[in-house]
């Protein structure tokens, strides 16, 4: 696609249930990221791949957060046994890797009931 | 510890007139900022982005400024149309390999007609 795809665009879940986010990054991008934004804040780093490995997890803000992205496009952002604090806008954002101007997709809003 | 600040949470300007959005940063490794506008459900899209070699760098209407030992950049917009009307987010990157940004809170701008 000509830009970069989350999927759902949307997602109510339970506390306690496992989620899975999607994003689908622009064509030939080697590099993808994800942040969250939670309400009044900016987008804050979560992880980081170039290619299939994730060269940057720190972000990740705990053990219930797992992202892959096994073919090197694709990237799948995991959250088990979700909590209330988990609830934001998870935004994916793709680059060539030869600079600092990232594509964002339009978020996932996650909201943990 | 917030590394990139963004003080005026909203600023409201007459069209045709300059809106200027400042932003604060205290990480010395930062060299590379970016602006980023923000409509609502939608993902942030690249504005203008300065390296700190630069002290101005302008596209259009769009110029930013970087006073590097007052740790401090401004977006100047002139004129000012209704359509920039958006959540502006500053941005900050340490370089390296990963680009790994550094987000303020965001300024909301509205511009009047």
């Known amino acids: 696609g000509a830009g970069v795809s989350q999927t759902p665009s949307n997602k109510v879940t339970e506390k306690g249930k496992y989620v899975e986010l999607r994003c689908d990054p622009i064509?030939?991008?080697?590099?993808l990221y994800w942040y969250r934004q939670s309400l009044g804040q900016g987008p804050e780093f979560l992880i980081y791949f170039q290619g299939t490995g994730a060269a940057d997890d720190s972000g990740l803000p705990n053990d219930r957060f797992f992202a892959v992205r096994p073919e090197g496009s694709v990237s799948t952002l995991k959250i088990q046994r979700t909590e209330r604090g988990d609830s934001a806008v998870y935004l994916c954002a793709s680059s060539t890797g030869q600079g600092e101007k990232l594509f964002f997709g339009s978020g996932t809003q996650l909201s943990v009931l | 510890d917030q590394q990139v600040k963004q003080n005026s949470p909203s600023l409201s300007v007459q069209e045709g007139r300059i809106s200027i959005l400042n932003c604060d940063y205290t990480?010395?490794?930062?060299?590379?900022f970016l602006w980023y506008k923000k409509y609502p459900a939608e993902g942030p899209t690249f504005l203008i982005s300065i390296s700190s070699i630069k002290d101005k760098n302008e596209d259009g209407r769009f110029t930013v400024f970087l006073n590097k030992s007052a740790k401090h950049l401004s977006l100047h917009i002139v004129p000012s149309q209704p359509g920039d009307s958006a959540v502006y987010f500053c941005a900050a990157s340490g370089g390296g390999s990963n680009y790994k940004l550094t987000f303020g809170k965001g300024t909301l701008l509205t511009v009047n007609p």
């Open positions: 990480n010395s490794m930062f060299d590379y």
């Open positions: 064509s030939g991008h080697t590099a």
